[in-house]
């Protein structure tokens, strides 16, 4: 094993989360090493959406401008139902700096991220694993694999990952930015329960002759969600949701064009799905449709964990949490989440005695530890989030049909905190009770 490294805050994970982490601690003048074992950032568009407070976030980092000269603003939000719409939400009313959603494909915000971070001189270890953690007194322990790509031999050609070397990092925190199935999170011991049924999507990014729209539509027929994003230069996303893929996979093209994402396999869907599923569920959407950029059909599933970290090491993002792909929050709340973590992690970094008033003790006891004041106030928010805390209450301005609609309202609109109850105000309901 290699000679041991050390960092004060280790960020394990460069997904869009983990970079804003890595980015927020640099500005904050901590130390902070980014790890990730992909060989590079994601390919394609996924959380295609930033939140009028994600904007405002990434604005503090200088970052903002830029972004939004690569996107595509929204001003606006409308539900439909049987062809006709039935409420229409502004975002240009928020009182926010950017009043407005910007789509912006997730692989053009990770690209902007990277290069903010080479600029503060913060590198990513691409190929880089986090194989275990371990904690003392005085800080913890990473241990990383390097891996490297290796020809697997001569009958079928190809390659594989191999553990290259390994080598342990110590860190005064971590921070686990590490996706879905967390390293982090199990070796805490955390759970991670589904707190509702997954929903399959098929997702189709394609060209069209149409001209470009501020809005995004949201569809709520037959029990069943369907989204129209318009995204720049004349593309744009439909999802659809599905009660089973298997019915639109194509068997004689499946293992050839089967789409990969985190190591595992899913069905490819192309034109003729495309146009069978807005004849079905859209037939407004009448123009012509060109190449399909990409495509998938994908389960989102519903999970938060019981705990948000402990001590020194802490979560962020999907390891957290898993919401509803619609309103695109678990990434956008992540940047809230990381924002608050960091700010908490950077003072105590910066204090006299970084544990004074962290990691239990008096602090917690006064209930003023600051790390337990963040896990409880996010995992609040995920409880109105996902619904656990109940449906959005109708107030007199609500509409018979928005009184039918508000539980599935509530987690298909792209915001979160103040401007998320501003919105849902515009539609006569109000945020049941956070606590
Ligand atoms: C096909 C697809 C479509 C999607 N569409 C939408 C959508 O429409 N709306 C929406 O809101 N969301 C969507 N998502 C989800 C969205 O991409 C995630 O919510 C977002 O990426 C979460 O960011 P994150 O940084 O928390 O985690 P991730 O992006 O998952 O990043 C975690 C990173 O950690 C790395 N990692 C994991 N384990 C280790 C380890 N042990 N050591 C080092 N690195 C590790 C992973 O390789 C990964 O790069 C989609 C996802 C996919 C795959």
Redesign the pocket.
Known sequence: MARDRETEVLV???????LFTGLVLAERGIQVEI????WRS?A?S???ALHPYSLKLLDDLGMARELIEKGHQLYALAFYQEGERQVQLSYSQLPSPFPFILVLP?QALEEALVKRLKKKKVKVEWN????AIESDSRGVHAHIQRLRKESTGYIVSGTEWMVDKSFTTKARFIVG???????VRRQLGIDFPEVAQPLLFA?FEFDAERHPEHEVRIVLDNGQTNVLWPMRGGRFRW?FQLESAAKFADPRVKSRLAVQ??GRSYPHLGKEELQQLIGQRAPWFDSPIGDVAWS?A?KFEFRLADSLGKDRIWL????AHLAN?VG????NV?FREAHQLTSVLADALRSKDPFANLVSGEAARAGQDPLLDYERKRLAEWGQLLGLRGAPQPGELATDWTRRHAPRMLPCIPASGEDLSLLLKQAGLELPAGG
């Open positions: 394990v994970g460069a997904g869009p989360v983990g790890v990730e074992e992909e994601t394609r996924y959380a295609l997730q880089h694993r986090v194989d930015a590490d996706g879905h199935r967390s390293v997702v999802s994402v985190g998938i994908i962020v993002g999907d390891s792909p695109v929050q678990s990434m992540g």
